[in-house]
């Protein structure tokens, strides 16, 4: 069972620039989470997606915009950036209408100057 | 909408000493709970986690966590620590029934000490 895959592992960008980050499911899983976790915090809930659209968004602007594919991996695309977008990305995969659990990539560290 | 408090963000124990993590919760609907701990540089590991029936979880490498409805606590217990469990413990909680958002505390760092 091939687990959850984020690329790249770091990122370094500079303010108002444009980013893409990617995310590979567990496989059986059809849905995509992803969170923004801000040094020494909890990680922030994004959105979801499922089903190729998006299911569920957390308190973040219309600039956090994403995808899934047919075969369930997802992009984060973040624009126009910001020095408080600087963080660890987090993409999660489950299965719909599951228990809620979610298993988690590595992550991608994003830094904008 | 769900809520999670962790009331200490660090906690140091010396080694094979028990230590506990609080958690508490706010919900208005039923719930699912987690924990996750997270090594540096890395992503979230599931820890354990409470879905339903006995309100006491255990993980493989010995810790444990009970589930208490009427105090909304989900508090992690260790009785003996290793240097190996320095690490980041978020606790997190999702509605049941669906929607898979998990909202996470502020984290518990806890620091072995030999």
């Known amino acids: 069972e091939t687990g959850v895959t984020q690329s790249p592992t770091h990122l370094i960008k500079t303010r108002g620039q444009q980013v893409t980050l990617r995310c590979s499911s567990q496989?059986?899983?059809?849905?995509v989470s992803w969170y923004q976790q801000a040094l020494g915090q909890g990680p922030q809930f994004i959105f979801q997606y499922y089903r190729e659209e998006e299911n569920g968004r957390g308190n973040f602007p219309p600039r956090f915009s994403g995808l899934q594919f047919p075969n369930y991996s997802s992009e984060l695309n973040v624009n126009a950036l910001e020095l408080d977008d600087s963080a660890l990305y987090l993409c999660?995969?489950?299965?719909?209408?599951?228990?809620?659990?979610?298993?988690f990539g590595p992550g991608t560290r994003l830094t904008v100057l | 909408a769900q809520s999670v408090t962790q009331l200490d963000s660090q906690v140091p124990v010396f080694e094979e000493a028990p230590v506990e993590l609080r958690c508490n919760y706010s919900?208005?609907?039923?719930?699912?709970l987690f924990w996750y701990v997270q090594y540096p540089n890395q992503g979230l590991q599931l820890l354990l986690k409470?879905?339903?029936?006995?309100?006491l979880v255990e993980s493989i490498n010995g810790f444990e966590a009970e589930f208490n409805k009427s105090q909304t606590s989900f508090h992690l217990r260790k009785p003996s620590v290793h240097i190996s469990d320095t690490a980041e413990y978020f606790c997190a909680v999702t509605r049941t029934g669906g929607g898979n958002k998990l909202t996470f505390g502020t984290g518990t760092q806890l620091k072995v000490e030999l």
């Open positions: 919900s208005s609907v039923s719930v699912y």
């Open positions: 409470y879905l339903s029936g006995s309100t």
């Open positions: 496989s059986g899983h059809n849905t």
């Open positions: 999660a995969s489950s299965r719909s209408g599951g228990t809620g659990e979610q298993f």
